[in-house]
């Protein structure tokens, strides 16, 4: 079975450090999501690309959060600098229009 | 108030019983409507898809009134296997993002 594959599984940093998550989508989905999933907040959007195209960000912090995909193989989501306040899992998802989405296994961060 | 809301319970049921979750949404627009389920510490997948006839999956049964702007899903003869979160989802658009419930936990006992 296709799947969407993230890197790394696990991140434990320091505060004010760069982290960047990436995330590659199942081969002919031409959307990609990134939701993070917290115990308070649940599954929240944070960003998501259409045919690369960022199609909305309004879920994310855009002074220390940034997303991109420089081709149709990987996305990226990077923070910098990273504070505790981040620490939590953060999903990649891709999907075709009109299909279910598929999430990946998430990137367990943890930010000192 | 949240978009979707979902009991987030925990139901605590034995081995056999049926259990009903509910949901609500609030926005009309909504298109398309989902349940997911997501074992701890893993990533959420996809359940079934709800439409507005109703539909069914093995045991599973989930049911969409849209007058009401409300989601169900029945589980019949539950198993261990079946003790995980359950999502209730919401899209508004196709291709959209997914907006989700907070979950309603489900723990099947011996």
């Known amino acids: 079975d296709a799947r969407v594959t993230q890197t790394p599984r696990h991140k434990v940093t320091e505060m004010g450090q760069e982290v960047t998550m990436r995330c590659q989508p199942i081969?002919?989905?031409?959307?990609v999501f990134w939701y993070r999933q917290t115990m308070m907040q649940g599954l929240e959007l944070l960003a998501y690309f259409r045919n690369r195209a960022p199609l909305d960000d309004s879920g994310m912090p855009k002074d220390r959060f940034s997303a991109e995909m420089p081709d149709a193989t990987l996305a990226t989501l990077k923070i910098q600098p990273s504070e505790p306040r981040d620490s939590a899992v953060y999903f990649c998802?891709?999907?075709?229009?009109?299909?279910?989405?598929?999430f990946g296994d998430g990137t367990r961060l943890s930010i000192l | 108030r949240k978009e979707v809301e979902q009991d987030p319970g925990p139901f605590n049921v034995p081995e056999g019983a049926t259990v009903a979750f509910n949901c609500t949404y609030s926005n009309s627009a909504s298109q398309s409507f989902f349940w997911y389920r997501q074992d701890c510490r893993k990533e959420p997948k996809l359940l079934m898809s709800?439409?507005?006839s109703g539909n069914e999956d093995g045991r599973f049964t989930a049911q969409l009134n849209r007058a009401s702007q409300y989601i169900s899903l029945l589980i019949r003869d539950s198993k261990l296997s079946d003790s995980a979160t359950y999502l209730c989802v919401v899209r508004v658009n196709q291709g959209g993002k997914l907006i989700f419930g907070q979950g309603t936990e489900l723990s099947v006992k011996p």
């Open positions: 998802a891709s999907g075709r229009v009109g299909q279910p989405q598929h």
């Open positions: 081969l002919g989905h031409n959307t």
């Open positions: 709800v439409y507005s």
